[in-house]
């Protein structure tokens, strides 16, 4: 069960507890996102538990329902590896 492997890197483990913490922080329940999104609430339940995955344009609906901007879910830590790579990115095109 390859895909299984893919749904839970560190990244997208950090990103589902985002997508939690938004819906608790506004003291919503699944079922009321799921009102508010028009889909079932198994739907909220599999996508915090990242038994399905989120992509761009539900993850837009998400932040809508919650009234928060798409880096909310999606902007990464100071110490990241995109941080350290376009570092690396940066000084490698210095040297030509």
Known sequence: MGS???LH???YAAFLDRLRAARRDRD???EEVADVLGKPQTYVSKCELGERRVDFVELE????AYGLPLD??????AGSRRSSSTTRRSSTQRKR
């Not at 609906?61 to 809508?64: N, R, T, V």
């Open 9 to 11: 890197t560190d990244r």
């Open 28 to 30: 919503m329940t699944q």
């Open 4 to 6: 299984k492997h893919a």
């Open 72 to 77: 909310y879910f999606v902007t990464r830590s």
């Open 61 to 64: 609906d998400f932040a809508a």
